[in-house]
């Protein structure tokens, strides 16, 4: 875990949504974000962050970095943090009773990809059968493997699936130990530059949008319970740095490359953004009140809990509560 703190200026321009605000300018509340450093959760954050929006609306983050989802649920189990930004993994974690969703960053829609060694003997999908391969289990590169091979006709019995952090499982195909990883970007980067002989077999585009993967934000029970203004707040930041992605999505590649992705290139962050599918912060509305959100979710739950064996989970329309949502973007 990397951690920094950052003392974020109230300059910058305001945004086009709708956004019901508060009336008088408030103080800045200090609370423990966890993250995972990809731009399909980070984005926004970064955004909000170097544009001055989550200050504007009195949030101030002291920021936690994590390698995977469930490192970063470990830290908020544990009381480290306060609040988390991941991607599909709050489905498993959330069915579990981890805590409460209460905003959705964007579909991840070609972020999780399988990608294979031919000079290890995998050029297709049928060459998977009795291989092994490398992924970190309970994420969304898990999930869109599951659908992958199962849409080619190949039981989990018949492939070796390897459970690693990301990195490690990225190192282990490169250095072929396995002839195959399903990964998310922007692990890809490093693939193509280390071994520029690999095939990408496919993403998760392929199966958009029957099989939509959505990450989030998450807050602990107490938190949720006790902090809804608090979270209000980050909903409004959030709601700013979003829209104004989605209408300089050129100038944001380029300032996620400089600030914070500087081991990328633009071409790469452009590629990581238009892996994801964003929605405006008015557009979110209707997935969130007409159950759609709901149903992403619960999609998701359905797998993590069926691989663990477990039949008593919490459904997504109790783990992921869209009134604050609904109530602050007008």
Not at 308 to 313: P, Q
């Amino acid at each position: 875990m990397h951690r920094r703190q950052l003392l974020i200026g109230a300059a910058g321009l305001a945004m086009g949504a709708s956004i019901a605000a508060p009336a008088v300018v408030q103080a800045k509340t200090r609370l423990r974000l966890g993250y995972l450093h990809v731009v399909a959760v980070d984005g926004q954050i970064w955004t909000g962050l170097d544009r001055g929006s989550f200050a504007r609306n009195g949030i101030d983050f002291d920021l936690s970095e994590f390698n995977t989802g469930p490192e970063v649920f470990e830290a908020l189990a544990a009381g480290k943090v306060d609040v988390v930004s991941a991607g599909a993994v709050i489905s498993n974690h959330l069915a579990l009773g981890a805590g409460r969703a209460y905003l959705i960053n964007d579909v991840e829609i070609a972020t999780a990809q399988l990608w294979v060694r031919p000079d290890l003997g995998v050029r297709t999908f049928a060459d998977l059968r009795s291989k092994r391969m490398a992924t970190t289990t309970r994420t969304t590169a898990h999930i869109f493997l599951d659908r992958a091979l199962r849409a080619n006709n190949i039981g989990a019995s018949e492939v070796e699936v390897r459970n690693s952090s990301m990195s490690a499982a990225v190192a282990s195909f490169i250095a072929g130990e396995v002839p195959a990883v399903a990964l998310w970007v922007p692990f890809n980067i490093t693939v193509r530059e280390k071994l520029p002989a690999a095939i990408k077999l496919v993403d998760a585009s392929a199966f958009y949008p029957q099989s939509a993967v959505v990450g989030g934000w998450v807050a602990g029970h107490d938190y949720f319970n006790s902090k809804r203004d608090v979270l209000t707040d980050i909903i409004r930041g959030w709601a700013e740095a979003n829209d104004y992605m989605l209408r300089n999505s050129a100038a944001v590649a380029d300032a996620l490359q400089k600030g914070h992705y500087r081991q990328a290139s633009v071409a790469d962050v452009v590629e990581a953004l238009k892996a994801q599918k964003m929605f405006s912060s008015r557009e979110w509305k209707r997935p969130y009140s007409d159950g759609t959100v709901v149903k992403w979710l619960q999609q998701v739950s359905d797998f993590f809990m069926a691989d663990a064996g477990i039949t008593n989970a919490k459904p997504a329309a109790d783990y992921f509560d869209p009134s604050l949502y609904l109530a602050t973007i007008q």
